[in-house]
């Protein structure tokens, strides 16, 4: 939520007891003052000096600094900004906490830090967009640190189900590259993230299809890559892989089933996986599951 100067800062004019008086005071209202005309550096050099050790009776400068540094971020996009905004925001509640809590700022402070943890998560997104191999640490950072603003804001929190979807993006964004290069770095990219999404959800039955389907094709594109120059041994040695990728698929074909029996799309993959594997008398059951479940 976008906040501005005469919502964060308009109704603090006034009675500053909690906040203690002198020179602190003084120093809050002049960084007040210059972050309203944009100095934003300037008013977090008046409020240093009462930065280094804070206390309940500096929560206030602690919340205007971290204002400043939101505020700057807006224009600059710096991560520092964000980073020193989060810190300061959440001393300035941390220690409002132990003055009691009845800050007049608080509520802003707290919507500030809401803000912020939503950019990290809006960074996280547009990352995953525009995703290249090996992108997925610096996105998972980010989706961590958005978790961990909005934990400080909601300490019991789960967010396995909002991660749960970020390795299966990851895993989409991974199988793209896998389509376009076939190289096995990218398959496994593709695993990695749905095995990591499952262990997250182990009900997703979305990750856990999707995870049996890809292991499944590597297989048929190994049984498919055989050429005119491809010798018998070789050919054998595929079949043998092949046929790993297919008992790997398997259990996890097995899993999608429990999670939705009679779902078409299990059945297919069940039928079509034990064909592979040459157990007819499985794959036919599946056949006769399948067209049952096909009927109006």
Not at 12 to 26: F, I, L, S, Y
Not at 101 to 125: C, H, I, K, N
Not at 212 to 231: D, H, Q, W
Request: aromatic share 10%; proline share 4%.
């Amino acid at each position: 939520m976008v906040l501005t100067w005469v919502l964060a800062f308009g109704m603090e004019a006034k009675g500053q007891g909690a906040a203690g008086t002198g020179d602190v005071q003084v120093a809050v209202e002049r960084a007040i003052a210059l972050g309203k005309s944009g100095q934003f550096s300037e008013g977090l050099a008046l409020l240093a000096p009462y930065l280094s050790a804070p206390t309940p009776a500096t929560a206030k400068a602690c919340y205007v600094a971290g204002f400043l540094h939101k505020e700057r971020f807006k224009q600059n996009a710096a991560n520092a900004d964000r980073t020193e905004a989060v810190s300061w925001l959440g001393t300035s509640l941390e220690l409002d906490d132990r003055g009691g809590g009845r800050a007049p700022w608080g509520e802003s402070a707290r919507q500030a830090m809401s803000y912020l943890g939503g950019t990290y998560f809006d960074d996280a997104v547009l990352a995953v967009r525009a995703f290249e191999p090996g992108d997925e640490t610096g996105i998972l950072e980010l989706f961590d640190a958005h978790v961990a603003v909005a934990r400080r804001l909601n300490p019991g929190l789960d967010a396995s189900t909002e991660r749960t979807e970020f390795h299966k993006n990851i895993a989409r964004a991974y199988h793209h590259w896998y389509s376009t290069t076939g190289e096995e770095a990218h398959f496994e990219g593709v695993v990695t993230h749905y095995e990591r999404a499952v262990a997250l959800s182990p009900q997703d039955i979305t990750a856990t299809y999707n995870l049996a389907v890809s292991i499944y094709n590597r297989g048929v594109a190994l049984l498919k890559s055989f050429g005119v120059e491809t010798s018998f041994g070789e050919m054998i040695a595929m079949q043998e892989k092949s046929a790993a990728f297919f008992e790997q698929a398997l259990p996890w074909f097995e899993h999608a089933n429990e999670l939705q029996p009679k779902r078409p799309e299990t059945l297919r993959g069940l039928m079509i996986v034990h064909h592979s594997l040459q157990d007819n008398a499985a794959s036919e059951a599946f056949r006769v599951q399948l067209e049952n479940a096909l009927k109006p």
